[in-house]
């Protein structure tokens, strides 16, 4: 799944860890979901929508081929 | 629920494990001196008391972790306990044969290996999903 978290978060100029606390999860965790090593269940990608100010759709869309 | 701070529960972690050291170190060699069966139960049993405090301390943290931290320990502790499982058998089926001669003390080893085998997958999972090498990262 690709995603636009990292492009989200820097420009709101947060850090991993500040958007890791909003979120209520560790900072690899955010890391891990901007690498794309992660994908995030449905409660926390409503949860990234949400504090985005995004659609869900418009954050997370599969990789091609997956 | 509140996440768990990494450094309190090292430092706990840390502190009931000085504990079961030091009677490992003073309390245990009195289990062979003493006669009586029930103060050599309760002194045998002893150490089991911080080993555990260590794993409710281990599963509360489990308990407040995230999705990605909760699912690491999942599969690391699925890992330990494959390996361990199938080293125990494997173990157990020899000793019955009489091809490996072994006392039930061996037994003490079975949740250091469990430990062991789940912080080494715990290590590479960590690797693999965050890039770090930090055992605590997630």
Same mark, same amino acid.
């Given at each position: 799944?690709?995603? @636009? ?49 995004? @659609? ?11 | ?7 309190? $529960? ?9 504990? $079961? ?96 085998? $789940? ?20």
């Amino acid at each position: 799944m690709k995603n @636009r978290v990292r492009e989200l978060r820097e420009a709101r100029g947060w850090s991993q860890g500040a958007l890791a606390e909003q979120l209520e999860v560790s900072r690899q965790t955010v890391n891990a979901i901007e690498n794309g090593k992660y994908d995030p269940s449905l409660p926390l990608a409503f949860k990234l929508a949400r504090l985005f100010k995004q @659609r869900i759709e418009s954050m997370f869309e599969p990789d091609e081929g997956r | 629920m509140a996440r768990v701070s990494k450094g309190k $529960y090292n430092l706990q972690v840390a502190a009931i494990m000085a504990v $079961y050291v030091a009677l490992m170190l003073f309390e245990w060699p009195l289990v062979g001196k003493t006669d009586g069966l029930a103060l050599r139960t309760l002194l045998a049993l002893l150490p089991t008391v911080p080993v555990v405090a260590v794993i409710v301390l281990a599963a509360r943290m489990v308990m407040r972790g995230d999705e990605l931290e909760q699912r690491m320990h999942l599969i690391a502790l699925s890992v330990a306990m494959g390996v361990v499982s199938v080293a125990s058998i494997v173990g157990a089926f020899l000793a019955i044969a009489h091809v490996w001669k072994v006392d039930g003390g061996v037994l003490i080893w079975v949740f250091p290996a469990l430990c062991l085998v $789940y912080g080494v997958t715990r290590l590479v999972l960590v690797r693999r999903l965050t890039g770090a090498w930090d055992f605590w990262g997630c």
